[in-house]
């Protein structure tokens, strides 16, 4: 069946989804409706469209006005967040430890290679390199709901992951991340569901996402 093509609002979509996750448009920036058409090229239909998305997805938040707001980081989404990854992350290594292919080792290997620690000011091939890596391993879970859930939840995650790269983190914390990844590419392969899923919830606790709850959690106290 010949793939759909895409609509304005589907284009208008992707578009400052990319914009909102990649940090290109911060936390808090208004977006104003006609200013952003005539920089995407389509009219104020499709962009309404694809902001009533976006705020579905919790990324925007729109007024009575014709401006919208990207969503704020808060610490009650970034702990939120950090409850379902620690519940879903450890269970997706732990199925993906029983249940992986020989693709599915072939792929998390090949991943793997491409893994650089973050630094403050990742690249777009860090930050692409350390989701192709979670994602194989998700992948080898075979489980779809599971899988199409961490998805979800990765891409909410990002704009938090890049404010817990604000926090300074040095060479010994850097290679615990590196050992961690490596270690769950060992029990992945060798089969060790238990291993692999305690290994998952240390990465999970000593995340980006985790750093960014915290530090919101600072800033939340510093406001009362």
Same mark, same amino acid.
């Given at each position: 069946?010949?793939?759909?093509?895409?609509?304005?609002?589907?284009?208008?979509?992707?578009?400052?989804?990319?914009?909102?996750? +990649?940090?290109?448009?911060?936390?808090?920036?208004?977006?104003?409706?006609?200013?952003?058409?005539?920089?995407?090229?389509?009219?104020?239909?499709?962009?309404?469209?694809?902001?009533?998305?976006?705020?579905?997805?919790?990324?925007?938040?729109?007024?009575?006005?014709?401006?919208?707001?990207?969503?704020?980081?808060?610490?009650?989404?970034?702990?939120?967040?950090?409850?379902?990854?620690?519940?879903?992350?450890?269970?997706?290594? +732990?199925?993906?430890?029983?249940?992986?292919?020989?693709?599915?080792?072939?792929?998390?290997?090949?991943?793997?290679?491409?893994?650089?620690?973050?630094?403050?000011?990742?690249?777009?091939?860090?930050?692409?390199?350390?989701?192709?890596?979670? +994602?194989?391993?998700?992948?080898?879970?075979?489980?779809?709901?599971?899988? +199409?859930?961490?998805?979800?939840?990765?891409?909410?995650?990002?704009?938090?992951?890049?404010?817990?790269?604000?926090?300074?983190?040095?060479?010994?914390?850097?290679?615990?991340?590196?050992?961690?990844?490596?270690?769950?590419?060992?029990?992945?392969?060798?089969?060790?569901?238990?291993?692999?899923?305690?290994?998952?919830?240390?990465?999970?606790?000593?995340?980006?996402?985790?750093?960014?709850?915290?530090?919101?959690?600072?800033?939340?106290?510093?406001?009362?």
């Amino acid at each position: 069946m010949p793939e759909q093509p895409m609509t304005k609002g589907d284009f208008a979509y992707a578009t400052l989804r990319e914009k909102v996750l +990649s940090g290109e448009f911060a936390p808090g920036e208004v977006l104003n409706q006609a200013t952003l058409a005539r920089a995407i090229g389509i009219s104020t239909t499709p962009l309404r469209e694809a902001l009533r998305r976006l705020k579905s997805e919790g990324l925007v938040e729109l007024d009575a006005h014709r401006d919208a707001r990207v969503a704020e980081l808060t610490a009650a989404e970034a702990h939120d967040l950090l409850e379902v990854r620690r519940a879903l992350d450890p269970l997706a290594v +732990s199925l993906a430890a029983t249940r992986r292919t020989d693709a599915d080792i072939t792929a998390i290997h090949a991943a793997a290679r491409d893994l650089r620690p973050l630094r403050r000011n990742p690249g777009v091939e860090d930050l692409i390199a350390h989701r192709r890596f979670h +994602s194989a391993l998700y992948r080898a879970s075979h489980n779809a709901l599971l899988i +199409s859930a961490l998805d979800g939840l990765w891409d909410k995650a990002d704009r938090y992951r890049r404010l817990g790269l604000e926090v300074p983190r040095g060479k010994p914390e850097r290679d615990r991340t590196t050992l961690e990844h490596r270690l769950l590419v060992e029990h992945l392969v060798a089969g060790d569901a238990e291993a692999a899923a305690t290994v998952m919830r240390a990465h999970i606790a000593a995340s980006l996402g985790a750093k960014a709850a915290s530090q919101l959690d600072g800033t939340t106290r510093a406001h009362r």
